[in-house]
C-alpha cells in the first residue's frame, strides 16, 4: 500500500483521547511515511495509566528542550499581520484549542497538527538569556514584541518552567514594550510585570474569547481557563491599571457568532478597552480536525449547519487563504458580523483608546547585567 492509498480511518478505530481538543492524529504533510495512532489506543499507552490499586494516574506531556540561539523572531511581511517580533518560550500548546491556526506549524518540527501539537510541547529554558543579549545588540532598535504569536506563553507547562515570566523580568528592566494574547489567568500571577510595564506605557495584555458557554468552551478549548476565569483576568488587570484588548477570535458561523452583542458588553463592563474579531480560519489539515470535533460535540443537523455557514462565507470552500477573506470572510453573514460589531463597539465605548506602546523609557542591558543610561 503506497503512502497516499493509506487513510487515517483505516488505522485504529477512532475515539478522542482523555481531555485533549484533537480526536486525531493525522500525519506530517511533509512526510511521506505516516504513523497514525488514534483515539483509545493513545489515551491508553500515554494520556492515562492503571496504577496497581487501580486507579488512574495521568502520564506527564512530552516536553522537548528546544536549543535555538536566538529568540527574537522577525514576522514575514504580511497584509493582516499587525506586528513584526515575536519571542516565542514554547512551541505547541497544552490548550488544546480545536480550531487554532498555529497547529500547522508544529509540522515543521516533524510533529504533526493533530494531539502531537497539544502534548509534544517544545521549550526554550534559555530564552531570558537569550533576550537579554538580544535585546543588548545596538541593532535592536526597540520595537514593540509580541510575546507569543502562535501558542500561549500561559499555557499549564508554564507554572512549572516560568520562562514566559523570566522574559517579563528581562522586559521590564529594560522598558522593552511587549503584549501578550492569552486563554489563561495564570496571567494574573504576572501582574507585578505587567504593571510595571503598564506604568511605562510600555505593556499591553489581549484576552482571546470566544464564547462566554462556559460548556462550549470545554469542548473547543479544554485546558484554557473558563471564560468566566479570562473576565476576571479582564477585571483584575484593569484594576491594575494594565490596559487590556479583547480578541474575539475565531467566530464560528452557526455556533458562536449569535454571542458577538453579549461579549461586546461582558468585555467592556469587565475594563477592555481595545476589541477586535476574526473568522474561524481552517487551513491544511485543520479542516479534518474541526469536522471531526464537531461531528463528535454537536448535535448532527447542527453540525451540518456550522459546516454549511462556514462554506458560505469562504466562498463555498472550508477556507479561503486570500486576503483579507482569510481573516474576516465574505458574503452576507461576513457582512453583518461586520456591522454588529461596529455598532456594538461603539455602543460599549470600545476602540477608543488607540495609543501605540512606547519605547520611550527602553534601557539597553549591558551583557554583564548593568543597565545603560543611554
Not at 534559555?126 to 510575546?147: D, G, H, N, T
Amino acid at each position: 500500500m503506497s503512502a497516499d492509498d493509506f487513510s487515517y480511518r483505516d488505522a485504529i478505530p477512532q475515539g478522542p483521547a482523555h481531555r485533549r481538543g484533537a480526536g486525531l492524529n493525522p500525519g506530517n504533510r511533509f512526510e511521506s511515511v505516516r504513523l497514525h495512532v488514534l483515539g483509545e489506543e493513545l489515551d491508553r499507552q500515554w494520556v492515562e495509566r492503571e496504577n496497581d490499586d487501580g486507579s488512574l494516574a495521568r502520564v506527564e506531556r512530552q516536553v522537548f528542550v528546544d536549543r535555538t540561539q536566538t529568540i527574537i523572531n522577525q514576522v514575514a511581511k504580511t497584509s493582516d499581520v499587525p506586528f513584526d517580533w515575536t519571542v516565542n518560550p514554547y512551541r505547541g500548546c497544552e490548550h488544546g484549542c480545536i480550531y487554532c491556526f498555529a497547529r500547522q506549524y508544529h509540522e515543521y518540527l516533524g510533529f504533526n497538527l493533530g494531539l502531537d501539537f497539544e502534548t509534544k510541547l517544545m521549550a526554550k529554558p534559555e530564552a531570558a538569556k537569550l533576550l537579554k543579549q538580544e535585546l543588548a545588540s545596538p541593532s535592536w532598535k526597540a520595537e514593540p514584541i509580541v510575546m507569543s504569536a502562535s501558542t500561549d506563553i500561559y499555557q499549564p507547562i508554564e507554572h512549572k518552567m516560568r520562562i514566559a515570566r523570566q522574559c517579563l523580568e528581562v522586559m521590564a528592566d529594560c522598558g522593552q514594550p511587549v503584549t501578550t494574547m492569552t486563554k489563561s489567568a495564570l496571567v494574573l500571577r504576572d501582574v507585578d510585570l505587567w504593571k510595571r510595564l503598564a506604568e511605562m506605557n510600555a505593556g499591553r495584555v489581549t484576552i482571546t474569547l470566544v464564547t462566554l458557554d462556559a460548556e462550549l468552551a470545554q469542548k473547543l478549548e479544554p485546558r484554557a481557563s473558563a471564560p468566566s476565569g479570562r473576565l476576571r483576568a479582564i477585571r483584575e488587570l484593569s484594576a491594575a491599571g494594565v490596559p487590556v484588548s479583547v480578541n474575539i477570535a475565531p467566530i464560528i458561523p452557526g455556533l458562536t457568532d449569535t454571542e458577538l452583542p453579549r461579549i461586546l458588553e461582558a468585555v467592556a463592563e469587565a475594563g477592555a478597552k481595545r476589541v477586535a474579531w476574526v473568522l474561524l480560519r481552517l487551513p491544511y489539515q485543520i479542516k479534518e480536525l474541526f469536522l471531526d470535533w464537531l461531528q463528535r460535540s454537536v448535535h448532527p443537523d447542527r453540525a451540518k449547519k456550522v459546516e454549511s455557514l462556514i462554506r458560505q462565507a469562504s466562498g463555498g470552500k472550508l477556507y479561503d487563504a486570500g486576503y483579507p477573506q482569510r481573516r474576516r470572510g465574505r458574503g452576507p453573514m461576513a457582512e453583518q458580523l461586520a456591522q454588529v460589531f461596529d455598532v456594538f463597539t461603539r455602543k460599549h465605548g470600545l476602540n477608543r483608546d488607540v495609543r501605540p506602546l512606547s519605547a520611550a523609557h527602553f534601557r539597553r542591558p549591558e551583557r554583564d547585567g548593568q543597565m545603560s543610561l543611554f
